[in-house]
């Protein structure tokens, strides 16, 4: 059973910045992707950004220039690095793990709760 371990969320003023983190349970060697979404009060969670087991990365439009996504020499841990924060982003981020096998299964995270005051 692959674990996602997130960390770094909190209350920030628009304007921060916040570093979250997740710590996944397997090895690089079982992950394809690993990716951020979040979910606002009465929305659908929506993705913020991924990572592959390339390197490769996508963002939402609304984070690009924003948000960074990156992973450590291990490879089970995943950053999400947020600047310019505002209001909009409050949400309650989860972290995602896609996994090598065949066919691909998903996990989650419990979720990191991240507040922006204006």
């Known amino acids: 059973q692959v674990q996602l371990v997130e960390s770094g969320g909190g209350l920030v003023q628009a304007g921060g910045s916040l570093r979250l983190s997740c710590a996944a349970s397997?090895?690089?060697?079982?992950?394809?992707?690993m990716r951020w979404y979040r979910q606002a009060p009465g929305k659908q969670r929506e993705l913020v950004a991924a990572?592959?087991?390339?390197?490769?990365?996508n963002y939402a439009d609304s984070v690009k220039g924003r948000c960074t996504i990156s992973r450590d020499n291990a490879g089970n841990t995943v950053y999400l690095q947020m600047i310019s924060l505002k209001p909009e982003d409050t949400a309650v981020y989860y972290c995602?793990?896609?996994?090598?096998?065949?066919?691909?299964?998903?996990?989650w995270g419990q979720g990191t709760q991240v507040t922006v005051s204006s």
């Open positions: 995602n793990l896609v996994t090598m096998t065949s066919p691909r299964a998903q996990y």
């Open positions: 397997v090895s690089i060697f079982s992950i394809y992707a």
């Open positions: 990572i592959t087991i390339g390197g490769g990365t």
